[in-house]
Nanobody
Framework: QVQLVESGGGLVQAGGSLRLSCALS????????MGWFRQAPGKEREFVAA????????NYDDSVRGRFTISRDNAKNTVYLQMNNLKPEDTAVYYC????????????????????WGQGTQVTVSS
């Protein structure tokens, strides 16, 4: 079955960096756009970044643009989120997600367009 496993979260000081990884198994990554979302305590889940199946296009929420970079290695079935200049407001559980339909990346910010989610990895940024 399809599984997503995130790793790389942790505790970091403001201004620091972390790199999250998301390993996909059970299907072929190269057919699917992928997204990263996050959920802070007491808040709704929000879109962070998305990448097309061939990495030909990336999209970011305004709050992370210029600081975060999404990338993918289809040969390794892995998606990454490089997070630089982290801020306390970036503190959240981060989830990667796989698009429901192959070769589709419209409405990348809409979580209902994704069918499989990882278990999440905690990112905590101290001030």
């Amino acid at each position: 079955q399809v599984q997503l496993v995130e790793s790389g979260g942790g505790l970091v000081q403001a201004g620091g960096s972390l790199r999250l990884s998301c390993a996909l198994s059970g299907t072929t990554l190269s057919r699917y756009a992928m997204g990263w979302f996050r959920q802070a305590p007491g808040k709704e889940r929000e879109f962070v970044a998305a990448i097309r199946w061939d990495a030909g296009n990336t999209n970011y929420d305004d709050s992370v643009r210029g600081r975060f970079t999404i990338s993918r290695d289809n040969a390794k079935n892995t998606v990454y989120l490089q997070m630089n200049n982290l801020k306390p407001e970036d503190t959240a559980v981060y989830y990667c997600a796989k698009r429901m339909h192959a070769y589709s990346d419209q409405y990348y910010y809409d979580g209902t367009r994704y069918d499989y989610w990882g278990q999440g990895t905690q990112v905590t940024v101290s001030s």
